[in-house]
């Protein structure tokens, strides 16, 4: 079993069944795993913030850290790999988005992430089968592509699936 | 919840602590001055030779794609900048307190280091958007430093998380800082600093880490470099954090008064604190440091 690992603002994909496809420590970070059931091919991207306007340039060099640019980059990479382009028949699922405790939100970048992945979605009229979002905790995600599985940990919480 | 551990058991562990190397100190001492002449900080490092190889192997590395080598302590000096160079000479010096496995907070060795590096990067960022001029270099050594007591406590915590965190989420403790001190009589910002007083740190810095989850406790004239470490802290834990006390402390509102961010402006310092790291971590990495 070998592990492909994807930091902060990377996208990758996997049809190899020995593969778990993993990225550590979602803060307000959300992971969108795409999974196409047809050539049985997994793909992520770690996203860290929802607009790729904020700066053009980081767009350029790292599309996944950025919603609107890394899910399209995502579904491209996974097209090159014989699945659907547009995501037709994709299984979705997201983690991540975590807030820290802030009455006021103004620091809640993990519900904006998580609102600007679901609208990106949606253009592909995908939309997620099962989330874990918000909520104070960090987690770490690993997807089997062999079997699809989606397992979340984090520290002192132990680990689940969704 | 019970530990075998008292307070005078971790007051006695502080104290078992080795002091800081004489260039580690000095350097830190340096950048608490408002003002401060690069060539000290030059002078001190040149008399420190391990220091000095690793700050070239650092300054050289990949990492920071210079076209010509640095073959001068100088001009890696210049090059660094002083902050970075305090950095790297805290974590050589105390890098089996920085590097340790955070068995109690369930963190994997380097965690703690990590999280520094991303609330240093955080905190020098938001110091530039102060209302009344904060000492950037400042700010960056108090994210380094802010966190040390973590590496004192965590021995004494294993095993504890599950439960602190079900309290919490059960709303019984406040945060994770009222955990620690209803479980050992103390928590890591007071166990931080009175390592940092035997250490013999500049006052702002043992404030900053004493203060930096409860920045209005800290007096008047510290409040805006506590508060920019405070806000440091918690975007590092937004950036991402492998520690079981990861985003279980409250965001203080008073940072307005101090400082004016934007959610734009707050986006763009975690882009920063995401990409200074890379390239940090991978300087550091490649320089064959302990702690990266």
Redesign the interface.
Known sequence: MSNLILGVGEFGASNSPADVVKTFALGSCVAVILMCPKTRTVGMVHVALPEAKINPEKARTRPGYFADTGIPALLEQMGRMGCDPRGRGFIVKLAGGARIMDPNNTFNIGKRNALAVKKVLWKYALGAVAEDLGETYSRTVAVVVSSGEVILSSPGRGDWKI | METCATRETILQAIRDIPLLSPSAAQLLQLSAQDDYDIQEVIDIVKCDAALTARLLKIVNSVAYGLVHQVTSVDRAVSYLGERVVAGIALADSASALFDKELQG???PAGELWAHDLRTAIAAREIARYAKSPLSADLAFTAGILHAVGKAILSDFLKQT??E??GSLDGHEIH?YLDGERRLLGIDHTEAGYLLAQAWELPEALQLAIRWHHQPAQAPAAFQPLVYAVHLGC??A????????D??????D?GYSDYFD?S??Q???T??EV?EAF?TLQHALHESGDPIS
């Open positions: 907070y369930e963190g998380a599950p602190l965190l945060d918690l975007l834990m937004m950036a991402g954090s492998q520690s079981a990861a985003l279980q402390y409250h965001l509102k961010l959610p734009e707050i986006a763009l975690l882009l995401n890379s």
